[in-house]
């Protein structure tokens, strides 16, 4: 484990005109470090999300990203060449909605390839057997291969794009309510592959969520967000367990008991 | 002898927002130490803040005051104030803790459940399996539920799942939130010796224990709680 | 316009005003200083439909002059509609002389082919482009097109021919296949068979390429490189035919077939008629007894193909074009 974060974010805002989307966010993000990003719709966490991925533009604040060379980039001063190089190599993105985050007409396989394409495999036999390997690590059937994802379930759906991200070995990923449509059969299996697939591969993630159970799942920190701001920040378990906010102590005693 | 665990003036309070605010203070001035391959235990009845204090020791709980000064890799640092990461590391490599409940993960089973903290501190997996197996003999737990996730478990098949996830390690401090609480008269004796075998490593050992027996059977020393209520404090 | 004016003067040369000329012409001048870029322009109504060859027809009027020589083809043939049409147009419009003759022809204008004649220096190949965007059908949205040729980012191209491996076990496509132009851009070459591709590599002729629905006009300069996309477990083939064109005896050309009757009775003939018909009237020519199955008496075959019995209709409606 290295001593120095991956991810440096410090004073991050994001004004929509007068309105704010998230403002001041600070944090440091380390190797195989999963956070979750909670609190309610409209409370900025998704927009805190774009920014960090530079699908949105900051309206001031720096992020800094420590490239696999070790050099650090800021990355709302790098090229968009090179963020969606970024983006399609060193970093994932798991949106709620897979339609999103997959191309629907195209079948499972290439979905899964198209990155491996895209950084200059022109194997065709190398990109299927990857494809192949993939899809099992998802818990798809192999034989599902050629099928276009307009053929699949929302929870295999989902699956799909955690492999079509993953299959580059990206060192963050960013996930948008992964979990969030699913059924809870279904949820529960996705958030169990996810904390493995982590925990495998050293992973770094970001997990906006509004969903407590799903953060306590998948992350060892979380940011509780309110009005765009960051109320509460610590430890998951200590957050959950001794919450200070009165924000988040609302948040968790408004939990369902099962 | 080394004291890799030293608690100095520590307070907790909650404050309850949604009750307009209102403090429960909890503990004050909580001040112990716990030497190398000695097993303390605290005492005092329900309430008066044993869990809290253990929560504290694990970074579960925040900490209003004072500092808990613990021996991690080979330096000294204070929970108390330690950022989450410190905190994970120090949970990773010195302190253990076995809780009353098992917190279940979907689909995971028995055996990686148990496992997984020698995992995460970069065993390999079938070493760290072969372990789990050796520990979950021990404890009893009959061989047929090591495949199964224990969310289906009875409350005593539960708990030595977790005993066996907190004893596993050879972390050099081990927190016991009442490990025996529901378990028989057999296996609580499996737990013992699993203690004793413990303090003869070296390891600090903090525990609750409302069985009696259990208590004589592995306490060096009681911690009286009361002595920090948080109210004789403010009086 | 004057009213009293009724001849041909009533046109401004080729058609075109000078001032729109001037303006493909640029674009034109542009699409040849980066080969395989797709450079918009201005695209004038044509007295003609979208899909007959607006694009291609407006090149043409801008690069023509009057001692250029003539030649449209369609489908590889002089004599469908609408390269008679074109022609007759240009004749009209311009006063130039038009010719089948592939090797007399400065310009040619072409739907779907490339003479089987070696084109040479001097020449200016004229395509008609349905779409010129090769990753339209994967990527919709022209905004994130054009980044993607901007940053070279062209992955997407090759999930299209993973899928044709996928589906088909080997690459499917078989015309409008996508080439990588001078080690850069990605580009249509036009519902061209691929079997044609290989002419595109550092041919001695000009290429352009005119897209009149979708204003865009792109390049290849001579002699550029153009390289068919492939896999290195899958690499690119042309089509290869297990008979020689029934009339002409000829291999190694593109043929098509070639309905006889209502009675399964068809043939393979050469698609270039220019070519089919040289060979047939050049006595060096090898006798061939032609072969036509279900054909009957094979005298009684027409020595060319009439239009009409072509299985590839001249004209397909908007938006079929590429399929």
Aim: with cysteine.
């Amino acid at each position: 484990m290295t001593d120095e974060p991956l991810l440096r974010v410090s004073a991050l805002s994001k004004f929509y005109g007068s309105r704010v989307g998230c403002e001041n966010i600070s944090f440091d993000l380390w190797p195989g470090e999963m956070l979750a990003v909670v609190g309610e719709s409209g409370s900025g966490k998704t927009t805190l999300l774009n920014c960090l991925s530079t699908r949105l533009l900051p309206s001031s604040g720096t992020a800094s990203y420590r490239m696999r060379d070790g050099q650090w980039r800021e990355l709302y001063r790098m090229s968009e060449a090179e963020r969606r190089f970024l983006m399609r190599t060193d970093w994932g993105f798991v949106h709620q909605n897979p339609a999103d985050g997959l191309r629907m007409t195209v079948s499972a396989g290439a979905n899964v390839g198209e990155r491996l394409m895209a950084v200059g495999d022109r194997h065709y036999g190398r990109i299927r057997a990857t494809a192949v390997d993939w899809l099992s690590r998802v818990e798809i059937d192999e034989d599902r291969i050629d099928d276009e994802p307009r053929a699949f379930s929302g929870g295999m759906r989902q699956r799909l794009q955690i492999a079509r991200n993953l299959v580059t070995g990206p060192r963050l990923v960013f996930m948008d309510e992964p979990t969030g449509g699913l059924d809870v059969s279904v949820q529960a299996r996705l958030l169990d592959l996810l904390r493995g697939l982590v925990t495998d591969l050293g992973l770094a993630a970001i997990v906006v969520t509004h969903d407590l159970a799903v953060a306590r799942l998948l992350s060892q920190r979380m940011m509780v967000m309110k009005d765009g701001r960051v109320v509460e920040s610590g430890l998951t378990d200590r957050v959950l367990d001794d919450p200070r906010a009165p924000y988040t102590q609302l948040l968790v005693s408004s939990i369902l008991q099962v | 002898m080394p004291t890799p665990l030293v608690v100095s003036d520590v307070a907790k309070s909650f404050t309850m927002h949604l009750r307009d605010g209102v403090t429960l203070p909890v503990v004050a001035a909580v001040s112990f130490s716990i030497r190398a391959g000695e097993c303390a235990v605290l005492g005092g009845p329900s309430g008066a803040g044993k869990s809290s204090i253990l929560k504290m020791l694990y970074g579960n709980y925040a900490v209003d005051e004072g500092q808990i000064i613990i021996q991690h890799e080979g330096g000294l640092i204070d929970l108390a104030s330690a950022s989450p990461r410190t905190v994970l590391a120090v949970r990773r490599h010195t302190i253990g803790y076995v809780s009353q409940f098992l917190r279940t993960v979907p689909r995971v089973s028995a055996l990686d459940v148990v496992a997984e903290p020698l995992v995460e501190r970069g065993e390999d997996r079938e070493g760290a399996r072969e372990k789990a197996r050796t520990l979950l003999a021990q404890l009893n737990l009959p061989e047929k539920l090591w495949a199964l996730p224990p969310a289906t478990f009875s409350g005593g098949e539960q708990q030595r799942v977790n005993i066996a996830r907190g004893f596993i390690t050879e972390h050099p401090i081990l927190l016991l939130d009442e490990p025996t609480a529901s378990l028989d008269a057999k296996n609580r004796d499996v737990v013992v010796d699993l203690i004793a075998a413990k303090k003869a490593a070296g390891v600090a050992l903090l525990g609750i224990f409302h069985d009696l027996d259990v208590r004589d059977a592995v306490a060096d020393r009681v911690i009286d709680v009361t002595a920090f209520a948080a109210g004789k404090i403010a009086a | 316009m004057s009213a009293q004016s009724t001849d041909i003067a009533t046109y401004n040369f080729a058609y075109l005003d000078e001032q729109t000329k001037r303006m493909i012409r640029r674009a034109i001048l542009k699409g040849i200083a980066i080969p395989g870029y797709q450079v918009p322009f201005a695209s004038r109504e044509m007295p003609m439909p979208y899909g007959w060859g607006t694009g291609g027809v407006q090149v043409t009027a801008s690069i023509i002059g009057p001692d250029d020589v003539l030649k449209v083809i369609d489908q590889g043939a002089d004599d469908t509609t609408n390269a008679v049409s074109i022609r007759a147009f240009f004749k009209k419009v311009a006063k130039v002389e038009v010719t089948t003759d592939t090797a007399r022809a400065t310009i040619i204008q072409t739907r779907h082919r490339i003479p089987e004649h070696s084109l040479t220096a001097g020449q200016v190949l004229v395509f008609q482009v349905p779409i010129p965007e090769p990753l339209r059908f994967l990527e919709p949205r022209e905004t994130e097109t054009r980044k993607m040729h901007a940053l070279e980012e062209y992955g997407l191209m090759h999930v299209k021919l993973y899928e044709d491996i996928a589906k088909h076990g080997r690459i499917a496509t078989t015309y409008a296949y996508p080439v990588k132009v001078e080690g850069r851009y990605v580009m249509d070459p036009s519902p061209t068979p691929k079997f044609d591709n290989p002419k595109m590599h550092r041919s001695p002729a000009l290429q352009l390429f005119g897209a009149g629905r979708e204003k865009r006009i792109y390049a290849v300069p001579p002699f550029t490189d153009v390289v068919s996309l492939d896999f290195e477990d899958h690499p690119f083939e042309v089509q290869t035919f297990d008979q020689p064109c029934a009339l002409c005896g000829a291999e190694n050309v593109y043929l098509d077939e070639v309905i006889l009757d209502d009675h399964g009775g068809h043939m393979f003939v050469c698609s270039d008629t220019d070519h089919c018909e040289k060979r047939r009237g050049d006595p060096t020519t090898p006798l061939w007894g032609g072969r036509a199955e279900g054909a009957g008496d094979l005298a009684t075959t027409p020595a060319t193909p009439t239009p009409a019995l072509r299985a590839d209709p001249p004209h397909k409606g908007e938006g079929k074009e590429a399929e």
